[in-house]
């Protein structure tokens, strides 16, 4: 997708803090953490969100929750994280691409709003 800010970070177009890629995947530091830790998973093909999954990309999905827990103990996040995925405006999804937050560094309460 020509607009899609995360579409263009996979592609290189836009600079990002790179923690993590590979041929599917891509996990960068969030411009505005709400943790001492907080990296995004993207897959690099454009899904809107989890509604968009469809049942060809169980695998790819499958592999994000894998990833994840790699690029926490690689950064040092360790075992207290929480992943996130927001799913619509309601929910507060502001980049319509289906991307995990990995929060940590510090306690994180519940609920978290």
Not at 3 to 28: Q, W
Request: charged share 20%; hydrophobic share 45%; aromatic share 6%.
């Amino acid at each position: 997708m020509t607009d899609c800010l995360f579409c263009k970070i996979a592609a290189g177009e836009i600079p990002a803090e790179i923690v993590f890629e590979d041929n599917d995947l891509m996990a960068f530091r969030d411009i505005a953490p709400v943790a001492p830790q907080h990296i995004l998973i993207i897959p690099k093909k454009h899904l809107d969100g989890p509604s968009s999954i469809t049942a060809g990309d169980e695998a790819l999905i499958g592999k994000m929750m894998r990833v994840a827990g790699e690029v926490a103990a690689a950064n040092g996040i360790g075992n207290a994280y929480r992943l996130v995925l927001s799913n619509g405006k309601d929910a507060g999804q502001l980049i319509f691409h289906i991307h995990m937050h990995i929060i940590g560094g510090r306690p994180l309460h519940w609920p978290p709003g």
